[in-house]
């Protein structure tokens, strides 16, 4: 009975093992294996060529270009309103955007009104939210300095809303009647570079992030399920300032595919390629390799018990192989040979 429990145990455990790989497989799916920077949807300085453009993005409105600088979307001035639009659409199923700006001005009291990002299926509309047309197809995150009316949380503050193309932004209220996800952070006027990171999975996973505290600090804003954005869109920048104003410049964009690891194909962490046969699979994860060992260490153990066990049976019967056995064989022999075949003698 003991041995019989030690087998049935051994047996169970690499069933455990494999609903533990399975869960973790389930996990990865979920999550970015690596990540391929798209140059068509990234700006840094000096953001134009000699010729005084830019292959891949437009401006306009009141935004100039200091390349040495920064894309100033508004000036510090009354009225302004300025925009940056890819030029073609962003084609990534799945994608990681990262944008440094700088939202600052002189005054310490009254400032606004504020910068938004858009993912959308329009481009290079201009409008009255935060510069860009309302009514949009598609995701609108509004880095708002300035509220319009009275709220329990503080300015400035980041929300999203995403459009169908009929809905209206909710102006009197800062958006709050369509708000999609939302956080208060002080990101103006900051010792620190100013970035948002935003990640999409589609119909899966909306999740922002932003750093304003410290650098490599990235202070989580909110995160969505099941959302799913238009294919195709365009993405861009806008700004818009009216009695109260500020500077709002986009330093850098930089956006990233992002490729998911999959269950059924694990890669090489280093390479990206997938690997085949047993290497394959050691190499690509410990628990693989781990696996493989056990296994051969369970049918060791269960052939030595089975051979243990009978022996002990056959040795209970009195066929064991030890000298009873010789014995035996040597009597039963004795017969033909008139006793010459004596097994004592072996």
Known sequence: MFFKGILYCLALLPLGILAA?????KLANRTIDRTVSLRTHSIYPPYIDQDLQNRWWDFGGDAYVNTNKHVRLTRSKPSQMGWLWSRVPLTASNFVLEVEFKIHGDNNHLYGDGLAVWITKGRAQPGPVFGSIDKFDGLGIFLDT???????????????????????????????????GACSANFRRTNVATKMKITYLREQYLNVKMQYKAWDEWTECFTVYGVSLPLAPYVGFSAL?????????????????????????????????????????????????????LVFFVGIVAGALYGYKAYTLKQARGGGFGPGAFGSVGRSMQGFGGGIYDSKRF
């Open 21 to 25: 790989l399975d869960d973790k497989a």
């Open 241 to 293: 300032t009216g009695d109260v104003t500020d500077n709002h410049d986009i330093i850098s964009v930089t956006t990233y595919s992002a490729i998911l690891s999959s269950p059924d194909q694990q890669r090489d962490k280093l390479t990206g390629t997938k690997k085949s046969g047993l290497a394959g699979v050691a190499g690509s994860s410990g628990w693989g390799w781990t696996f493989i060992k």
């Open 146 to 180: 300035y509220a319009n009316s009275r709220h329990p949380y503080s300015f400035p503050r980041i929300s999203a809303m995403l459009g169908d193309g009929e809905m209206e932004y909710d102006m009197e209220h800062d958006g709050e009647k369509h708000q999609l």
